[in-house]
């Protein structure tokens, strides 16, 4: 039996030990380790581990992979106290959402024999633990993969398996790209609907504001019944990209001011050109990006991918058939077609 190690089991960690064993890859254990004995066992009552480990180290003692799915600041002491029984060759890959941080973590705590791919799956709930986990929270979302640049091409070919097992839509990019982008759509979010909760339930007339509230007010507010741990981590190891988001928005809310105060057909245009502009996006309306990455299509070769073996061979293979190597980069798996 092959070894994935999954740290940390709750909503997010919990969500991927359920697709995993839900796709019943062949010849795969599922070991899960958290710091809470309950949730892990839940995680073993409703299937998404195979057993629970009694110590982060054995946890990943023999994996070839090991998912890291804590909150951002304890993914440093993971790296660290996992670094020497990480098994020669593993694959190391994480669901924070924040990457330069944890990227310097990894250069720094890692050894060299281990392959870190960092990942960013754009899913969630405002809900926290694996009693809310869910085997299809990742279907049709996209999950953020950054590599780093000692990483092997069969580790990312790893990763690229455990993404396709998920349902989920692989999209590569820069890290510092990333905590800039996440900074304004998923931390901003989070910020601002703390903010707009702890402003309006602070008021004193929040007595007389609260049989009022409506739709509108619980669905900008939803975030804030999120994880305090995981706002607090998410807001220390991105605040440079999330500031810089607060004050473009705080510049946004003082236009909106100016407008309401003076220029009603200009505000009225403003809220038009919102409103068409987001109608589009739910609609689809996506910018082009580069073609999307082909996943493998069988679960045999998903399984051969997440350990390794069978990218080995075919690379091999491959490279002494063509020689030079030039089409290296088209998918070693096309002779399965």
């Known amino acids: 039996m092959e070894r994935i190690a999954i740290i940390g089991t709750g909503l997010i960690g919990g969500s991927i030990g359920l697709a995993l064993k839900g796709a019943k890859l062949p010849e795969i254990e599922v070991i899960g ?57 593993a694959v190391v890959t994480d669901t924070a959402s924040t990457k330069v941080e944890i990227r310097r973590w990894a250069q720094e705590f890692l050894p060299e024999h281990v392959s870190y791919i960092g990942g960013h799956p754009m899913a969630g709930k405002e809900t926290q633990g694996i009693k809310f986990a869910d085997a299809a929270l990742f279907k049709d979302t996209t999950y953020c993969v950054i590599p780093s640049p000692q ?19 692989p999209l ?31 008021s004193p007339a929040w007595g007389d504001i609260a049989p009022m509230t409506a739709g509108g007010f619980r669905d900008v507010t939803r975030l804030a019944s999120g994880e305090a741990r995981m706002s607090h981590d998410i807001c220390a190891t991105n605040d440079s990209a999330i500031v810089h ?18 220029d009603r057909k200009g505000l009225f245009k403003l809220f038009s ?26 679960k045999d070769a998903i399984s051969g991918m997440l350990f390794g073996g069978l990218i080995a061979s075919k690379m091999e293979r491959f490279e002494k058939d063509m020689g030079d190597g030039k089409s290296k980069r088209r998918g070693v798996l096309d002779e399965d077609d």
């Open 33 to 89: 380790f958290d710091t809470e004995r309950d949730a892990i066992q839940e995680a073993r009552r409703r299937g998404a581990v195979d057993r629970g480990a009694p110590s982060l180290v054995e946890s990943v003692r023999d994996a070839k992979m090991v998912i890291i799915a804590v909150p951002p600041l304890a993914v440093r002491s993971v790296m660290q106290e996992i670094s020497e029984s990480l098994a020669e060759g």
């Open 151 to 169: 990483a092997s091409e069969g580790a990312v070919k790893s990763v690229l398996g455990l993404v396709s097992v998920l349902n989920a839509e």
């Open 273 to 298: 050109e919102a409103q068409l502009q987001r109608d589009a996006y739910i609609l689809g309306e996506r910018p082009q990006r580069s073609p999307a990455t082909e996943l493998p299509s069988t």
């Open 172 to 202: 590569f990019i820069d890290a510092e790209e990333h905590d800039q982008y996440a900074a304004a759509i998923s931390h901003m979010p989070l910020v601002v609907s703390n903010a707009l909760f702890s402003l309006v339930r602070n």
């Open 245 to 262: 988001w607060l004050d473009r928005f705080i510049e946004e809310l003082r236009r909106y001011r100016e407008l309401i105060q003076t």
